[in-house]
Structures are given as C-alpha cells and as structure tokens.
C-alpha cells in the first residue's frame, strides 16, 4: 500500500467543501477510479502483446500490471515523456 498526499490551500479546500460531502474521500475516489483505467489499459495491452508473441499472461490484475511493465509492453509517464522529449527536434 502506498500514501499519496496532496496540499491546497484554505480557499481550495474551501470550494471542495463547496463541491464535496467529503474532500478527502472525494480526492480518494478520483485517484482510486484513475488507477482502475490504468489498469485496464495496462491489461488490454498486456493481452495483445501476449497473444501476439505466444506468452503465458501472468493470473490476476497485481501480476499483470507488474509483467507488463517487466516485458517493456508499457511504460511509466516519466519514461514516456523523456523519450518525447529526446525525440523533439531542436
């Protein structure tokens, strides 16, 4: 499990208060439901590559996503954006 922790100011949190029953579970909810996308993403790619090669998939979301990344089939954000910025013309 990890802890992701965000900072606003009185008047953000305010106007989620506004927005909001709860800030805090509201917050959760659009991180949590932003992953499930990822992971299903992740999976679908992983399935292609798969099948296309002829490989076992590994049996569950957590070793999916995991042999996904081991096979190079998808990347992280911070890798994805320094290859764009590599590849940007000067």
């Known amino acids: 499990m990890a802890t992701l922790?965000?900072?606003?100011?009185?008047?953000e949190l305010k106007a989620?208060?506004?927005?909001a029953a709860s800030p805090q579970e509201w917050a959760d909810n659009a991180v949590t439901n932003r992953a499930r996308i990822a992971i299903d993403e992740?999976?679908?790619a992983l399935?292609?590559?798969c099948n296309d090669n002829e490989i076992a998939m590994a049996v569950g979301?957590?070793?999916?996503?995991?042999q996904a990344f081991t096979l190079n089939v998808v990347k992280t954000a911070v890798?994805?954006?320094a290859?764009?910025?590599a590849a940007r013309p000067e």
């Open 61 to 66: 979301k957590d070793a999916q996503v995991a």
């Open 83 to 85: 290859e764009a910025e």
């Open 47 to 49: 399935m292609v590559h």
């Open 16 to 19: 989620m208060e506004y927005a």
């Open 79 to 81: 890798e994805q954006n």
């Open 5 to 11: 922790t965000i900072e606003v100011t009185a008047t």
């Open 42 to 44: 992740i999976c679908a």
